[in-house]
T-cell receptor, first 115, second 112 residues
Framework: EPEVTQTPSHQVTQMGQEVILRCVPI?????FYWYRQILGQKVEFLVS????????KSEIFDDQFSVERPDGSNFTLKIRSTKLEDSAMYFC?????????????FGPGTRLTVT | KNQVEQSPQSLIILEGKNCTLQ??????????LRWYKQDTGRGPVSLTI?????NTKSNGRYTATLDADTKQSSLHITASQLSDSASYIC???????????FGKGTHLIIQP
């Protein structure tokens, strides 16, 4: 069964450093998403992406964040200058057509630790 | 502000017993409500999706209900198994490519 994959599974970085989190969505999916989950808290929407453009973004997704689909398979989340409060689990998701009942399939997550 | 509230926060039951988890939401516009299962350290996995016109949907031992008038939903788990131990998250969608609004989840522990 096709699945969303994410790398790395765990990333440790120092405050102020740039990090890139990588995701490979399911191959025939057209919509891509990033979510984050701070330890012990709920999952929060960051951004959705379609046709090489951001479709929606939340207040969390400020100028420090960017997303890119550099090739036909990868979808990346970049944090330019990490802060301690960026420490969280980051989930990538993809869906087939972004329709009302479209199923979003989540990857296993990347745990980001900022020290 | 869109909110999804779940209760209880945590629940411990014996294997084989049934349980019901609750969800209240104030999300507008409303398109659909989803229940997800999230194992520790893993991404959420969808259990059910319901639109406002549906009031019940089953997926094996999981049965979700929705009352769009009162903005309440429940997830009933029948004959629980040890593998049901996980967080169960109520998620509301405004539709389309909009992000999903997640509840904090109910942490369910099944004891042998």
């Amino acid at each position: 069964e096709p699945e969303v994959t994410q790398t790395p599974s765990h990333q440790v970085t120092q405050m102020g450093q740039e990090v890139i989190l990588r995701c490979v969505p399911i191959s025939n999916h057209l919509y891509f998403y990033w979510y984050r989950q701070i330890l012990g808290q709920k999952v929060e929407f960051l951004v959705s992406f379609y046709n090489n453009e951001i479709s929606e973004k939340s207040e969390i997704f400020d100028d420090q964040f960017s997303v890119e689909r550099p090739d036909g398979s990868n979808f990346t989340l970049k944090i330019r200058s990490t802060k301690l409060e960026d420490s969280a689990m980051y989930f990538c998701a993809s869906s087939e057509d972004g329709g009302v009942l479209d199923e979003q399939y989540f990857g296993p997550g990347t745990r980001l630790t900022v020290t | 502000k869109n909110q999804v509230e779940q209760s209880p926060q945590s629940l411990i039951i014996l294997e084989g017993k049934n349980c019901t988890l609750q969800c209240n939401y104030t999300v507008s516009p409303f398109s659909n409500l989803r229940w997800y299962k999230q194992d520790t350290g893993r991404g959420p996995v969808s259990l059910t999706i319901m639109t406002f016109s549906e009031n019940t949907k089953s997926n094996g031992r999981y049965t979700a209900t929705l009352d769009a008038d009162t903005k309440q939903s429940s997830l009933h788990i029948t004959a629980s198994q040890l593998s049901d131990s996980a967080s169960y998250i109520c998620v509301v969608s405004g539709g389309g490519a909009d992000g999903l609004t997640f509840g904090k989840g109910t942490h369910l522990i099944i004891q042998p």
